[in-house]
């Protein structure tokens, strides 16, 4: 089982940058395969990105592919999502999320929330325009 905590949330203007962090506890970090989602008010759950670091492979949504970076640091048990050029449709909570999956993991695969069995209690991001 792991927990994860999210931080780097806040309020910035249009075209500013944002860092988020997500820390796991326990040992077995390496063992899953770590996303972000993001929900606004009103609107269901929507991936953001997902790391597969044992293939290499990194999955975004379209709307945010060339302005969001995530990555992760198994020696500190974090993931992280580095937000550049943010619009004020990027505001919602973030949510981190662990799944554990084996296997060829593709980008549909990775993308449901649904395959997902860990979340965070998000963090908050405000864009102003």
């Known amino acids: 089982q792991v927990q994860l905590v999210e931080s780097g949330g806040g309020l910035v203007q249009s075209g500013g940058s944002l860092r988020l962090s997500c820390a796991a506890s326990?040992?077995?970090?390496?063992?899953?395969?770590m996303g972000w989602f993001r929900q606004a008010p009103g609107k269901e759950r929507q991936f953001v990105a997902a790391?597969?670091?044992?293939?290499?492979?990194?999955y975004y949504h379209d709307s945010v592919k060339g302005r969001f970076t995530i990555s992760r640091d198994n020696a500190k048990n974090t993931v992280f999502l580095q937000m550049d050029n943010l619009k004020p449709e990027d505001t919602a909570v973030y949510l981190c999320?662990?799944?554990?999956?084996?296997?060829?993991?593709?980008?549909?695969?990775?993308?449901?929330?649904?395959?997902?069995?860990?979340w965070g209690q998000g963090t908050q991001v405000t864009v102003s325009s």
């Open positions: 999320a662990a799944a554990h999956l084996v296997g060829v993991l593709t980008a549909d695969i990775l993308s449901r929330a649904a395959n997902y069995g860990y």
């Open positions: 326990g040992r077995t970090f390496t063992t899953y395969i």
């Open positions: 790391n597969d670091w044992r293939s290499g492979n990194t």
